[in-house]
């Protein structure tokens, strides 16, 4: 048995029982004791209490302490690609070329290389749950998908490995529908997933895509909007058909972009239809900063935008919202690491989440459990799993100031300080 004394967990990820009375929303943490046996979780109290006999003890005296990181939404099959693959414009179109080319390249044991040092890359930065979206144009898109499931079995019992088919909303149209979800099914996904622009057809489009997902009891999860023209409209239209169709399967949509640009009426009438179709969101700030608002001609411009969507009027609304890694060093976004901490502290940063700290944390922690339909994950409580990240950090402020501050790794009973691997490794 392992009990952590005097560690300062988010309140956000505590049972009400603990985190109540509110603390402090500039520093809404609450100093508990941690108590573990096996794999599990079994107490957490406020300080102060006096440990079993027999019990190993380790006094934290106030480190910040997360429950394992959950990155709702990245591209495993892409990722760690740059270095023969970059993308010199910085822009969408020329990151879709790119990747499009270098497609040629993802053979099984290249996708293994590059997605397990990825996997790799996020355990030892404290992320225990992820979903990736896989490339799936048949008949391209089975490698992707076996490598994936390899992955998940490699990993099990480490992260949670989930996927999604990503693919054109208007393949599901045609047999190549059944046959996109039924081999996305073959190796695991959780959801049904893809992308499109506004077209006269997409009231249909989603509509088939929600009767294949009805049929197979499963949900939904795609890239809308990532863009800045206001008519693009794919979040609107997508919660929409969820509400025609009465699909009450979980629902999430990525990016959301162009909600940002449009007028404030018609924001605030697409919320509204979020709200009811309870439709879920993901937010992607650190590669839709890179990739959105970049001048195409001529000398390079300063950005007008910051490419994120709506995030505080989801939130106030009880829009479930969560941010993510999304691309990794691959033309769409030539940084990262599958550091969710670095993710929190951007995100807090870019969209001013800051202002709402207790609101924030559950955007790589609880919430983003929620909406991956993982509800035990991303919290800090009796009976969940033993996995939490301490940073040396004693406050908040010192956690958002040194965001590559060390870090240790609670896995069980076991405690020991994170060795992300080096770049050599993909070698």
């Not at 009767?211 to 693009?232: K, Q, T, Y």
């Not at 935008?305 to 989801?314: D, K, Q, V």
């Not at 924030?360 to 909406?371: M, R």
Request: charged fraction near 20%; include cysteine; aromatic fraction near 6%.
């Amino acid at each position: 048995m392992l009990l952590l004394k005097r560690a300062r967990v988010p309140a956000a990820v505590l049972p009400p029982s603990v985190a109540l009375p509110p603390p402090d929303p500039i520093e809404p943490s609450v100093l508990c004791d941690i108590e573990i046996a096996g794999s599990r979780i079994t107490s957490v109290g406020r300080s102060g209490g006096s440990a079993p006999a027999g019990t190993q003890t380790v006094d934290l005296d106030g480190a910040l302490v997360f429950p394992g990181f959950v990155d709702a939404h990245v591209h495993l099959d892409k990722t760690h690609t740059w270095d023969r693959a970059p993308n010199r414009t910085g822009t969408f179109t020329d990151a879709l070329e790119t990747l499009h080319k270098d497609t040629v390249n993802w053979t099984r044991p290249d996708i293994l290389r590059r997605a397990g040092f990825a996997l790799h890359c996020a355990w030892e930065h404290g992320t225990r749950a992820i979903r990736t979206h896989v490339d799936t144009w048949l008949p391209f898109g089975e490698v992707n998908h076996a490598a994936m499931q390899e992955l998940r079995e490699a990993w099990k019992g480490r992260i949670t490995l989930q996927t999604v088919p990503l693919t054109s909303v208007a393949h599901y149209g045609g047999s190549q529908g059944d046959q996109i979800a039924d081999l996305s099914l073959k190796y695991g996904a959780s959801a049904l997933g893809g992308w499109t622009l506004m077209n006269a057809d997409l009231p249909a489009q989603l509509d088939r895509l929600i009767a294949i997902a009805r049929d197979r009891g499963v949900g939904i999860d795609l890239h809308v909007d990532e863009n800045a023209n206001p008519s693009e409209e794919v979040l609107r239209a997508t919660a929409e058909a969820v509400i025609r169709n009465g699909f009450t399967n979980p629902v999430v949509c990525g990016h959301c972009c162009s909600l940002a640009v449009q007028e404030a009426e018609r924001q605030h009438s697409t919320l509204a239809l979020l709200k009811e179709a309870h439709v879920r969101v993901i937010s992607l700030p650190l590669c839709n900063l890179y990739l959105q608002d970049r001048r195409t001609t001529g000398f390079p411009r300063t950005p007008r935008w910051r490419g994120i969507t709506l995030i505080h009027e989801m939130m106030d609304l009880g829009i479930k919202v969560a941010c993510a890694s999304d691309n990794v060093r691959d033309a769409f976004y030539g940084f990262g690491d599958y550091d969710a901490a670095e993710v929190l502290i951007q995100s807090l940063r870019l969209a001013h989440l800051d202002s709402r700290l207790p609101e924030a944390v559950p955007v790589v922690t609880t919430t983003a459990a929620e909406i991956i339909g993982l509800p035990e994950a991303g919290r800090v409580a009796a009976g969940a799993a033993a996995q939490l990240v301490v940073f040396p950090a004693k406050s908040f402020s010192e956690f958002l100031s040194r965001p590559g501050s060390r870090r240790k790794l609670v896995d069980g009973e076991n405690i020991r300080d994170a060795r992300p691997p080096g770049f050599e490794d993909l070698s």
